[in-house]
C-alpha cells in the first residue's frame, strides 16, 4: 500500500490524513470556489470519510450551492484556511483543497466542473471532461 495523502493548513493546527487513493479528482470553477481559496478555481480530491482521519478544530461555513444542496466549507478556526468541502450532493465523501496537501501529490484532475462561471483568462486542457454545472450533470 501505498504512503497516507496528507494535507494540513496553513498553521498547522488542522491534519489531515487519507489511508486510502483518492475516488476522484476534480477543477471547481463555481463562484463559492473562487471566493473561498481566493483563486480563480479550486482543485479538490475527493476520499471516502471513512478513509480518512482530522485532528484539529474546524469551523463550518454552511451554504446552498447553486444546484440546491447543502455544502460546507470547513476551516481552521486558527488561520481561516478552508481545508475541506463537503456536499449532501456526494454523501459520504470529503472534498480535500488541493493546494494544501504535502509532499509530491499528483494532482491529476479528471474533470472540470462549473465551467459556465469559469473565468476567461482560465484555459482548461483539450481533452479534458467538463461539466457546465456539477459533475452528476453533463453538459
Ligand atoms: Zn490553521
Ligand atoms: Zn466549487
Redesign the pocket.
Known amino acids: 500500500m501505498s504512503d497516507p495523502i496528507k494535507a494540513r493548513?496553513?498553521?498547522?493546527?488542522?491534519q489531515f490524513t487519507a489511508n486510502s487513493q483518492p475516488l476522484i479528482q476534480f477543477v471547481c470553477h463555481c463562484k463559492d470556489c473562487q471566493t473561498a481559496t481566493g483563486q480563480p478555481f479550486a482543485g479538490l480530491v475527493f476520499f471516502k470519510r471513512k478513509h480518512i482521519e482530522i485532528s484539529?478544530d474546524l469551523g463550518q461555513h454552511l451554504f446552498i450551492t447553486e444546484s440546491g444542496k447543502a455544502t460546507s466549507r470547513d476551516y481552521?478556526v486558527?488561520?481561516g484556511?478552508v481545508l475541506f468541502d463537503q456536499s449532501e450532493g456526494f454523501p459520504g465523501i470529503i472534498g480535500v483543497m488541493q493546494e494544501w496537501i504535502l509532499g509530491d501529490f499528483d494532482f491529476l484532475p479528471q474533470s472540470h466542473v462549473w465551467v459556465k462561471s469559469k473565468l476567461d483568462e482560465i484555459i482548461i486542457p483539450e481533452g479534458a471532461q467538463q461539466f457546465q454545472e456539477n459533475i452528476l450533470q453533463p453538459k
Not at 493548513?9 to 488542522?14: D, E, H, L, P, S
Open positions: 493548513c496553513k498553521c498547522g493546527a488542522v484539529g481552521c486558527k488561520c484556511t
